[in-house]
């Protein structure tokens, strides 16, 4: 089978639960491998530069995005957000399933660049739950949490581009039903051409007495 990673997008609305998703997942699989973005965003408490993000100035992101070190980028509520390129392509070669835990906006550019990635859109199991999930957080403001949900909102018009949507009611179910959805991607026709062809040169020797 391929030896080359497969690139995992997972978006879904702030306060839905993708942090400790992704928590999770790397702390009971150890195939995969989490795209630190870089953000123009402020660190919030516990938050730590080359962690969880690289906190980067205005100026340092746009000549990151101008020298093309980014595979795509985004605004979300007056900041910048973007994936470097050399982490996501030196993993996937490695072998390592790369997630990109993104916004719409970025899912989209991702797609159209890897057509074979997988997308995948977490969502709470209804409106009150996110809302209580933003404010139990105690990161943001209410301004702040005013703008995420009207984000979520938006963005739950164009859920529709993705091919699974998960939802986060048990956090244990979500995981399994991930990794379950990553390990199958990983048999797709696309993700197996290279093996295929060897596969069916090896039958033709092997018919011939080679
Ligand atoms: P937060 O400020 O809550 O950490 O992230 C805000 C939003 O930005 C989330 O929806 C998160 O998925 C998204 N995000 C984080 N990193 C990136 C990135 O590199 N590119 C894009 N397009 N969105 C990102």
Known sequence: MNHQGILVVVSGFS??????????????????????????????????DGKEY?????EQFEKMRDERKLVE???YVN???????????????????VILEIEIQGALKVKEKYPDALMLFLVPPDAQTLKERLVGRGTETADVIHDRLERAAQEAQEMGSYEYIIVNDDLD??????????????????????????????MNCFLKGE
């Open 173 to 202: 179910t979500c995981v399994k039903q991930v990794h379950e959805l990553i390990q199958s991607a990983h048999c797709k026709k696309s993700h197996n051409t290279a093996f295929i062809k060897e596969l069916q040169q090896d």
């Open 15 to 48: 306060g839905a639960g993708k942090g400790t998703l992704m928590k999770e997942l790397l702390k009971r699989y150890d195939n995969y491998a989490l795209s630190i973005s870089a953000t123009t965003r402020a660190p919030r408490e516990g938050e730590t």
């Open 54 to 58: 690289f906190f980067v100035t205005k």
């Open 73 to 75: 980028y985004a605004q």
């Open 79 to 97: 900041n910048y957000y973007g994936t470097p390129k050399e982490y996501v392509e030196q993993k996937m070669a490695e072998g390592k399933d």
